[in-house]
Nanobody
Framework: QVQLVEYGGGLVQTGGSLRLSCAAS????????MAWYRQALGKQRELVAD???????TYADSVKGRFTISRDNAKNTVYLQMNSLKPEDTAAYYC???????????????WGQGTQVTVSS
């Protein structure tokens, strides 16, 4: 079994910063892509940022220049540094990883449980 545990959510004022972390544990042989998604109340889950195994990153237009995704492969961890936060960034944030549990070449997407980020105006 593989589990993703997220840390770092909370309440912050407009313009503030937060850093989210997501660590994978359990049966892990290798990890390919990692990503952060978010879901605001009444809205669909959307991709915020992703990072490939080689370190290539992509961002949603709404967070470009403010958020930075990074990964520590030795720790099986992905991070999301969020700066210049806005009220519209308020959402539950979920991490996602593509994980190969045993060396079979088969990867499975795994989700974290979500962490709430609330930005007050």
């Amino acid at each position: 079994q593989v589990q993703l545990v997220e840390y770092g959510g909370g309440l912050v004022q407009t313009g503030g910063s937060l850093r989210l972390s997501c660590a994978a544990s359990g049966s892990i042989f290798s990890i390919d892509g990692m990503a952060w998604y978010r879901q605001a109340l009444g809205k669909q889950r959307e991709l915020v940022a992703d990072i490939s195994s080689g370190g290539t990153t992509t961002y949603a237009d709404s967070v470009k220049g403010r958020f930075t995704i990074s990964r520590d492969n030795a720790k099986n961890t992905v991070y999301l540094q969020m700066n210049s936060l806005k009220p519209e960034d308020t959402a539950a944030y979920y991490c996602w990883m593509s994980i190969e549990a045993v060396p079979t070449g088969i990867f499975r997407g795994v989700w974290g449980q979500g962490t709430q980020v609330t930005v007050s105006s």
